[in-house]
Nanobody
Framework: QVQLVESGGGSVQAGGSLRLSCEASGYTRSINCMGWFRQAPGKEREGVASIYAGALRTYHADSVMGRFAISQDNAKNTVYLQMDSLKPEDTAMYYC???????????????????????WGQGTQVTVSS
């Protein structure tokens, strides 16, 4: 079993930055794909970014491309989401998720398409004011 703990959320003004962290513990040897989702009130959950096997492959949704960057510190079993140029529409609860996959391509669309198969953190709130 894998436990995920997010941190780093908060309230910022538009144009500001935040860095989210997600620390994994437990049976982390089973994990080689980690990512971030977000969900705003009244909206569907959205896949934001994912990272495969120590940053060999990363993926960012079009809505955050060029503003957000996912990275990983393998020594700390931690994944980060650097969020710059934040917009009010980025306001949401951000969740970290993790799983083991056989191929790098599975750490993209398939990862976001099967949330029920993932390990989840408790979420961290990000609020961006205009």
């Amino acid at each position: 079993q894998v436990q995920l703990v997010e941190s780093g959320g908060g309230s910022v003004q538009a144009g500001g930055s935040l860095r989210l962290s997600c620390e994994a513990s437990g049976y982390t040897r089973s994990i080689n794909c980690m990512g971030w989702f977000r969900q705003a009130p009244g909206k569907e959950r959205e896949g934001v970014a994912s990272i495969y096997a120590g940053a060999l492959r990363t993926y960012h949704a079009d809505s955050v491309m060029g503003r957000f960057a996912i990275s990983q510190d393998n020594a700390k079993n931690t994944v980060y989401l650097q969020m710059d140029s934040l917009k009010p529409e980025d306001t949401a609860m951000y969740y970290c998720a993790a799983t083991g996959v056989d191929f790098a391509s599975s750490c993209r669309a398939p990862f976001f398409a099967r949330p029920s198969s993932l390990n989840w953190g408790q979420g961290t709130q990000v609020t961006v004011s205009s």
